[in-house]
């Protein structure tokens, strides 16, 4: 059972010759064109494994659906997601074209062969759509977190199954703070206590799930835009390294797992051996890489920034719409929002918005 890790929660799992793939993102940005995974050199197409049997998608988050990425696999590939309160995730597979999309309930085995099952993890959160997966072979057991947040229960049902290997998240994956309009040193404050909270959060994670080897993924997103560098600055940055949850871990006093920091391309067997292959580790030590990274992507990321054209003068009537679809899918969740929010775009058609979910 050989596992490749392919950059932020991406996982290709090789197991009794069939090969199953977790959250491909792989090639290009995501999230209005401004993420990139933790790489030295951007991914090409031909860095996409597109021979596999299976695939698996833990949520909607550009992430772990990037559409760029996705396009490159036969559309006869059975895509298998979690089943969620709403269609909205299932839905927006459908539109890329693939053909066989399978539900699955969550913590209900589903057998790919006779040596073969998966087990998809859902959140108990009310709002957010998301889960965790379990892949078991007759070769060993893998636990992939994706960036699922887990209570205790769920936890233990995890470590009951005894995996070899997990990958757990370590990082923040959403702007806050940095697009608030707080001071820098507001900014700074609150991205060091999300930071470290985070990192705390997979030492407690790692030491209930109890699997023999940790790695540290699913964060630490590259912005390679000149405009956004700041951004990565280890110091300051809300976004964490793959080397501090396992520093955090060796000073945790706790035993019984090996956390292992694994680049892009790397692979481990489910022994634990870690075969390293072209990239090197980048973690805090990550800026000079990052610099270079950014020359060789300006070009294609300005382009892209480009493409994406002016906000329609329809905006503020896009944003309600918008917002009330996504609430009005979650009748559950509904009961419980009351907040308002205020919202500023920037350029053409831009403005003050308040949404008032109350």
Not at 16 to 32: A, F, L, T
Request: charged share 25%; net charge neutral; with cysteine.
């Amino acid at each position: 059972m050989l596992t490749k890790f392919l950059g932020q929660a991406c996982t290709l799992i090789e197991t009794n010759n069939k090969k199953i793939i977790v959250d491909p993102w792989i090639v290009g940005p995501c999230n209005v064109n401004t993420w990139y995974t933790l790489r030295n050199k951007a991914a090409t197409k031909k860095d996409i494994p597109t021979d596999v049997d299976y695939i698996y998608i833990s949520h909607e988050h550009q992430d772990h659906f990037q559409q760029e990425t996705l396009k490159e696999f036969s559309k006869k590939i059975p895509i298998y997601i979690c089943k969620f309160k709403t269609k909205r995730f299932y839905n927006e597979i459908v539109k890329l074209g693939f053909k066989n999309i399978i539900e699955l309930s969550s913590w209900k085995p589903e057998a790919l062969t006779k040596d073969l099952e998966i087990t998809s993890i859902q959140n108990l959160d009310l709002m957010f759509e998301d889960s965790a997966l379990l892949i078991k072979s007759s070769e060993g057991t893998i636990f992939c977190q994706t960036d699922c947040k887990m209570d205790f229960t769920s936890l233990k049902k995890v470590n009951a199954a005894k995996p070899d290997i997990g990958f757990f998240m370590y990082s923040v994956a959403n702007w806050y703070p940095d697009v608030y309009n707080y001071s820098k040193e507001k900014r700074d404050e609150i991205a060091k206590k999300r930071k470290a909270n985070k990192i705390n959060g997979f030492v407690n994670y790692v030491n209930v799930v109890k699997p023999k080897y940790a790695i540290a993924y699913a964060g630490g997103p590259l912005f390679p835009h000149k405009s956004q560098l700041e951004l990565n600055n280890p110091d300051t940055g809300v976004f964490g390294c793959p080397d501090e949850p396992k520093k955090a871990w060796n000073d945790s006093g706790n035993s019984g797992t090996e956390v292992v920091i694994m680049a892009a391309d790397d692979e481990i067997k489910i022994d634990g051996t870690h075969v390293k292959n072209n990239e090197s580790i980048l973690s805090t030590n990550k800026m000079d890489a990052l610099n270079e990274l950014s020359i060789e992507v300006q070009e294609d990321l300005n382009r892209r920034w480009k493409a994406e054209g002016e906000a329609s003068s329809k905006l503020s009537t896009k944003i309600i719409d918008y917002f009330n679809k996504i609430i009005s899918e979650n009748s559950i969740a509904r009961k419980h929002i009351d907040m308002k929010v205020q919202l500023i775009a920037d350029g053409k058609n831009g403005g003050e918005f308040i949404l008032d979910i109350s």
